[in-house]
C-alpha cells in the first residue's frame, strides 16, 4: 500500500472535534436510552438505569397510587415504596415485557396495603382536579359554572360506585391506562377488564340518570 493511501486513511480517533466559536469543546447531547436497554441494564443492577426508568414512569406511579388512596402524601410513600420494591424484584422481571403494566400492579397493591392499614378514603372530586389539566382558555363565568356544575354531578355519581368499579373508571378515563394495564393495577384477568368496564359505565349512568331526575324533581 501507497504511503499516500495511508495517510488518507486517518484514524477516526484523530477526527477535529467539534468546537463552538470560542474554541471550546462542543460536547453533543446523546439521546436518551430506549426503555428497553435501561430495563436490561437495570437488571443487571444498573442503579442509574433504574433512576431513567423512575423519571420516566413517577408521574403515572403518583396518580395511579393517587387514585387508590386519595391523599397526595399517602400516595407519594406507596409511589416510593413500589419503586423501592420494583428494584429489588427487577432480577425477577421478565425480560421482552413491557415495564409499566408491571410497575403499576406494584404501585396498585402497596396503594392497596396502605389503603388497608390505614383506612383512609376521601371525596374523588380532588382526585379529578388532580388529574384534569385545566383548559387553555378561560371559559366564560356561566360556562364555567357549567362546566363545575357538571363535573360536580359526575364526581358524586362516580364516587358513589363501588371500589372496584370507581378504580377502573378511574384508571380508564383519569389515568388511560391500557386494559393490559389496568388488569395489571386491579390484579384481574385481562379478559375481565372490559366486562369490568361495562359494569362500571352501566352503573354510572344510572347513578347520572338518578341524579338528573333529582334536578328534575327539585
Request: proline share 6%; net charge negative; no cysteine.
Given at each position: 500500500m501507497s504511503s499516500g493511501a495511508a495517510r488518507s486513511r486517518a484514524p477516526e480517533a484523530d477526527a477535529e472535534p467539534i468546537r463552538d466559536?470560542?474554541?471550546?469543546?462542543?460536547?453533543?447531547?446523546?439521546?436518551?436510552?430506549?426503555?428497553?436497554?435501561?430495563?436490561?441494564?437495570a437488571r443487571r443492577g444498573?442503579?442509574?438505569?433504574?433512576?431513567?426508568?423512575v423519571?420516566?414512569?413517577q408521574q403515572v406511579a403518583f396518580r395511579t397510587a393517587y387514585l387508590v388512596l386519595g391523599d397526595a402524601g399517602e400516595a407519594e410513600d406507596a409511589a416510593q415504596e413500589a419503586f423501592v420494591k420494583a428494584y429489588g424484584a427487577m432480577g425477577r422481571f421478565r425480560e421482552g415485557s413491557p415495564f409499566r403494566p408491571w410497575l403499576l400492579k406494584i404501585v396498585g397493591n402497596a396503594?392497596?396495603?396502605r389503603r388497608r392499614s390505614g383506612g383512609r378514603r376521601r371525596n374523588l372530586e380532588l382526585r379529578v382536579s388532580a388529574m384534569v389539566s385545566p383548559a387553555d382558555t378561560a371559559p366564560s363565568a356561566e360556562a364555567e359554572a357549567l362546566v363545575a356544575e357538571r363535573r360536580a354531578a359526575l364526581v358524586a355519581a362516580i364516587d358513589r360506585l363501588p371500589p372496584d368499579d370507581r378504580l377502573v373508571i378511574g384508571?380508564?378515563?383519569?389515568l388511560?391506562?391500557?386494559e393490559a394495564e389496568i388488569a395489571e393495577l386491579a390484579g384481574i384477568p385481562?379478559?375481565?377488564?372490559?366486562?369490568r368496564l361495562s359494569r362500571a359505565r352501566g352503573r354510572l349512568a344510572a347513578a347520572l340518570r338518578g341524579t338528573a331526575?333529582?334536578?328534575?324533581?327539585?
Open positions: 466559536e470560542r474554541g471550546s469543546r462542543v460536547v453533543e447531547d446523546r439521546p436518551p436510552a430506549p426503555e428497553a436497554d435501561l430495563v436490561a441494564r444498573d442503579r442509574a438505569a433504574f433512576d431513567g426508568l423519571a420516566a414512569h396503594a392497596r396495603n384508571a380508564r378515563y383519569f388511560e391506562l391500557s385481562r379478559g375481565t377488564v372490559k366486562s331526575q333529582e334536578w328534575t324533581d327539585g
